[in-house]
């Protein structure tokens, strides 16, 4: 059995099916790019549909994803990690952000200093089983539907520091912010339960090079984050 901490249904519906007529006359069969689903088949109820969805999802990414350490990755690439992560929600009535991150080097030593880092921001909503340390904070930057997911996420970055490391002025979007919301999130592991090890699927937001105090760090939205077995 799988142990599901974070599930985004959002990313799920994205895996759209295509109609496609078969042979057999009369015979209507959905082909997506992780499979297929005949029409005529008796319907399950909503939750094993999804679990359909979702084996025929991870099957597709399985094959198509790289490791998140990889260098050269582009937003919008699909990658897969294996880490201990730990992960914190900022709760507003507007937006629920959950921030995940793994061990800050040398904090945990059963996991060694990477040289690329990762930092993974989604929906509360898409929480599921254990409930994450949450810190209440300013509600976060509203942006415009038209903004890329990069855009939206280093904006509303600054309003996480300040929330965090309770400083007064909030650090200015863009790469700065992000690096900054990764510190103020490792000074913060000693008030967060151990980090589990986990595993899942991600689509890349952006990629930080390494800095002289910092290694890379990829930044990405996940798709699911499990319990490693």
Do not use: N
Request: hydrophobic share 40%; charged share 20%.
């Amino acid at each position: 059995m799988r142990e599901f901490i974070y599930l985004s249904d959002a990313k799920l519906r994205q895996f759209v099916p295509h109609p496609r007529r078969l042979r057999r006359p009369g015979a209507l069969r959905l082909t997506t790019p992780v499979g297929g689903i005949d029409l005529d088949a008796p319907a399950g109820d909503a939750e094993s549909a999804r679990g359909r969805q979702l084996d025929q999802v991870v099957g597709h990414l399985a094959e198509s994803a790289r490791w998140f350490a990889e260098p050269d990755l582009r937003p919008g690439g699909w990658v897969w990690f294996e880490a201990p992560l730990l992960y914190v929600t900022l709760r507003r009535a507007s937006r629920d952000l959950v921030l995940f991150t793994d061990p800050a080097p040398g904090a945990d030593p059963q996991y060694p200093s990477a040289d690329c880092r990762l930092l993974m921001h989604g929906s509360a909503r898409h929480l599921l089983g254990m409930t994450p340390v949450s810190v209440e904070g300013p509600a976060l930057t509203a942006t415009d539907e038209s903004s890329s997911a990069c855009t939206t996420f280093v904006t509303d970055a600054g309003e996480v520091v300040r929330t965090l490391t309770g400083a007064g002025d909030p650090a200015p979007p863009g790469a700065r912010g992000v690096r900054d919301l990764l510190a103020a999130l490792d000074a913060a592991q000693p008030d967060i339960p151990t980090a589990a090890w986990t595993q899942g699927y991600a689509r890349v937001t952006t990629s930080l090079p390494a800095t002289e105090t910092a290694p890379r760090c990829l930044v990405a939205s996940p798709l699911t984050v499990e319990y490693a077995l």
